[in-house]
Structures are given as C-alpha cells and as structure tokens.
C-alpha cells in the first residue's frame, strides 16, 4: 500500500481508501467531526494506523498546536468528555506542556494531544513520517515482519529498530533519521 507523502496526511481522503481498518477509522473520525472540531488545532492523524501497520486495540492518535491549552481543552471536554473512558490532563512532555485527552468510541481508543509546537515539528509526526519512509525503503517484507513484532508486542519505534538494525535508543535513533535525505536514510541503513 502506497502511503500518502507527507503534503497528504493533512487530508484524511486516503484513509477511505485505505485498508479496512483505515476505512473503519475514516468513518469514526467523520462521525465525531474530530478535524472539523479541532480545526483551529491543526489537527493530524499520527500513529501506526495511518502507514498501515496498526494491530487490533491500536489507538487514533491526533496530534493538535495550540498555544492555549486551556482553551483547547475545554473544548476537547465539550465534545468529547461524555465518550467511555474520557480523560483529560495538562502535564510536561519533552520540556513542553501537552493537553492529553483519550477516550473510546466504537471499536477505537482515540487519543487527542496538543502542544504549542507545530505538528510536524512534534515528535509523533517525525516518527511516523520516517517510519513511512522506512517501509517504502524496506518494502513488502519490512512492512509484514515490522507488523508481525507489532503482534508479539513490541512498541512501535523499537520494532523498527529491532528491524533495521538500528542500535541506541529507537525513538532518538529514528528522530535523527527523520533529519536525513531518502539518499542519505538509505546509506544509513547500509553502511
């Protein structure tokens, strides 16, 4: 499955042509309105579902920058505060406060984050940008074992890294890989 590059994952039409799962979360995100919503947020899928290699239980998570966390929050609690499992917090994340919300709505967890830092330059975005990348690199295979190591329960970022081979730790490794060229995260790969 092709993945759209990265001017695409703002529009959410891939999705409702995506696999089944995608399709599936494509109609929960219409049936809340979370983009209308949130709007004002800039808000993005992030995750493992939009690169297709989601396993059952894998969350929505929506990344949002707003400079107003309070603001953001009140009216995530309006929309949303009455779904199962609704919670909502203000801490630190990375030096920065972050609004997290989470919630369950039909088969999903849904997770909605926000921090006053653009989206792309969050780290949830970085890494499911590189990790695209990654599986075009890797192909096929990549994308079935990296899946598989999902399965057996391995956290994204390190299946990744337990997959590429690539050694420190995997969430610091794959944001420094983020920084490089496709030419360069192929000699990366391949020293």
Known sequence: MTQPDIHSWYDLD????GNLR?????????ELQVMQVLAQFNPTLV????????????DLD???????????????????????????????IHHLPAAIASFS??????????QPCPVEQQNAFRHMVVEA????????????????L???????????AHYFQLTGNPYARLLE???????????????
């Open 105 to 114: 709505y039909k088969e999903f967890p849904i997770q909605i984050f926000a």
């Open 62 to 92: 929506i990344i949002c920058d707003t400079d107003d966390l309070n603001a953001f929050s009140i009216i995530v609690k309006n929309k949303y505060g009455e779904h199962e499992d609704f919670h909502l917090k203000i801490k630190t």
């Open 22 to 30: 995608q399709r599936a979360a494509y109609q929960v995100l219409d």
């Open 47 to 58: 995750g493992t579902l939009p690169i297709g290699i989601d396993i059952p239980g894998s």
């Open 133 to 148: 990348r990654l599986l075009e690199i890797g192909g096929l295979k990549a994308r079935q074992e990296i899946h598989q």
């Open 177 to 191: 890989l983020s920084m490089l060229s496709n030419e360069d995260l192929i000699k990366a790969l391949h020293p």
């Open 14 to 17: 891939y999705l409702a042509r």
């Open 150 to 160: 999902k399965l057996r329960g391995l956290k994204t970022e390190p299946a990744f």
